[in-house]
């Protein structure tokens, strides 16, 4: 870390920690909770999965008042998890760590999170990684929303803007939401490749566009986003020179249609993105284009005693890498990738979470993009970190089980009311890894070049206040 | 390069300035009562009390016919999944 990242560092960090004495500690955090006067509860199954009231608290742009809190709206969490792989790493994953079973504060973050002023409301995050050493600006929104009538049905319509595509969404199925919400920073060692829209975007574009949910039922959002400028993501931490650069004007849908019977809610949606990308800021090579259409589904019993949330999620990216072709970073002009999502979740009362999940993809084969050194009929000319697979496959599947309980769901004893807790045993295991079973790198090193050495046991703690 | 590496501190340091400054700027300001209601559906709102409960002694009632989270007219005597007990 730069002198200048740590002073940066410290001065938010004293900044928030001075405002958030200046609150006092006789009101609660988390700021929602505090802004709406209701417990984590109302708006979570199982913090941070969201309730159908959840959801329409952030369509609503936050700015929903029932409390008698008047200060500012300030937040903050702290995550510290405690991993252990099936097969030590090749090396530890950061200075200072061992190569398995290791103990980490793996996040705190700060929030600028509710009402602003009038109509105008926010969920800004500001994260610091302590085993990385840095802080920056994590996936932010900011919105307006007001209400009218439109066909004669009561219609909530909003302005967003943010900086990170799908973050915006009020549902789980999408990515930046997407279950689990928390994993291990230090494993897996190996894991499968990501679509654009779930890991290529993120805090490196600012977007702006209008949403509406109409009747209670109709979900629509059109966003436009702007790849940020070297200057723009050094001043937020988040990239550099080398960072890749969306060079259009870069579009995002969204629509979801959510009925519901009672306590019984039924989603269907899809959403997508297209962007142009100049890797690596390389330019006057082409883009590499990415479309990305999603389709998801969620159905939701919302009682009062137990919940069950059930989430479906298709991803197809169609890939065009006319600058990754040229570069030999690619073998393949043409790609495909899929990335597929199912889970469950049960939550009894709002405290005892257990949640299934399964996550399957699969995409085309290409060599330089995802062969490994030990294919000698691919010999890719460029080593990335897809450079992982004997078969030149991005294929991975696995299973995700996640154990959680959270206590304060009614509100929390002294010093506060409104804080929380998240105790959680979360075990990960691949099916495949990049088109294999075991050595599916070819590299004959055993231990996390077999899939199922990266199998994972994630003890955490969550903490939001 | 230099002259890069000027620029990149000025900004950086505006954007801190800037960040500082309205963090400074939201700590004092007076929130306003605005906000969106969700629909009565979306709460279970109904007309009668529940298990005792009722929207006259909830802390989100606004006397006499209405409610600070939920749309519409609202009973004193109805509930939803809001109820919050009305400290004294």
New interface residues.
């Given amino acids: 870390m730069t002198p ?1 990242r740590r002073s ?1 560092t410290v ?2 960090a004293a ?2 920690a001075f ?1 958030a004495l ?1 609150a006092g500690p006789a009101e609660a955090l988390p700021a929602y909770a505090r802004q ?4 984590c509860a ?1 708006c979570h199954t199982a913090f941070p999965e969201l309730t ?2 959840g959801r ?2 952030k369509i ?2 936050y ?5 008698d809190w ?4 300030l937040a903050a969490l702290y995550m510290a998890g405690f991993t252990h792989t099936n097969a030590p790493q090749d090396a530890p994953p950061a200075p200072g760590l061992h190569t398995n079973d290791n103990l980490v504060s793996q996040q705190i973050s700060g929030f ?1 999170a509710g ?5 105008v409301g926010s969920f800004i995050q500001i994260t610091g990684d302590p085993v990385a050493g840095t802080a920056g600006v994590d996936s932010s929104d900011v919105r307006y ?3 009218l009538k439109l066909l004669g049905q ?1 219609t ?1 319509w909003g302005i967003d803007v943010n900086n990170s595509p799908t973050v915006e969404d009020p549902w789980n199925t999408t990515p930046a939401w997407s279950w689990p919400q928390i994993s291990s920073t230090i494993a897996p060692a190996f894991g499968p490749p990501s679509t654009r829209i779930e890991n290529g975007y993120a805090t490196t574009v600012g977007g702006v566009g209008p949403y509406l949910f109409w009747n ?1 039922m109709l979900y629509a959002a059109l966003i436009a986003y702007k790849g940020f400028s070297v ?2 993501l ?3 931490n988040v990239g550099n020179s080398t960072t890749d650069a969306v060079t259009n004007v870069a579009p995002y849908w969204r629509i979801a249609l959510e009925p ?1 019977w ?2 019984h809610y039924l989603m269907v949606g899809s959403f997508g993105m297209y962007g142009q990308i100049a890797p690596g800021r390389q330019y006057g090579i082409g883009t590499d284009n990415f479309l990305d259409i999603g389709f998801d589904s969620q159905y939701q019993y919302d009682g ?1 005693q137990y919940s069950l949330t059930v989430k479906l999620t298709d991803i197809i990216e169609r890939q065009r890498l006319n600058a990754s072709f040229f570069l030999q970073n690619s073998s393949n002009i043409t790609n495909w990738l899929n990335s597929f999502k199912a889970n469950a979740s049960f939550v009894w009362d709002h405290t005892y979470s257990v949640g299934l999940g399964y996550f399957n993809v699969s995409g085309s084969r290409d060599c330089f993009l995802y062969g490994s050194g030990a294919n000698l009929a691919c010999s890719p000319v460029n080593f990335g970190s897809f450079n992982n697979s004997l078969a030149s496959s991005p294929n991975g599947s696995g299973l995700i089980e996640d154990l959680a309980y959270i206590p304060f769901s009614y509100g929390a004893p002294f010093p506060y009311s409104k804080w929380n807790v998240r105790l959680g045993l979360q075990f990960t295991e691949y099916l495949r890894l990049y088109g294999g079973g075991n050595n599916f790198d070819g590299s004959n090193l055993g231990r996390t070049h077999n899939a199922a050495g990266n199998n994972s046991v994630f003890a955490y703690a969550w903490i939001a206040f | 390069m230099q002259d890069d590496r000027e ?3 000025l ?2 340091r ?3 300035i800037s ?2 400054g309205s ?2 700027l ?2 004092t ?11 009565q ?4 709102y109904q007309a009668a009390p529940k298990d005792g409960q009722d929207c006259g002694h909830c ?2 009632f606004a006397a006499p016919h209405s409610c ?2 939920v ?1 519409g007219d609202i009973s004193p005597s109805g509930w939803c ?2 109820w ?1 007990k009305k400290t004294a």
């Fill in positions: 200048l940066v001065v938010l900044a928030a405002l200046r709406t006067g209701l417990p109302t159908p009231y329409r608290f609503g742009g700015t929903a008042r029932g409390g008047q200060g500012p709206p600028i009402q602003l002023y009038g109509n929303a007001d209400t009561s909530i209670d200057p723009e050094q001043a937020m519901h009672g306590q009062e | 620029t990149t501190k900004r950086r505006t954007v801190l960040a500082v963090i400074s939201i700590g300001t007076r929130w306003t009562q605005a906000g969106t209601k969700v629909p559906s979306a709460v279970y802390a989100q600070k989270l749309d999944r809001l919050v």
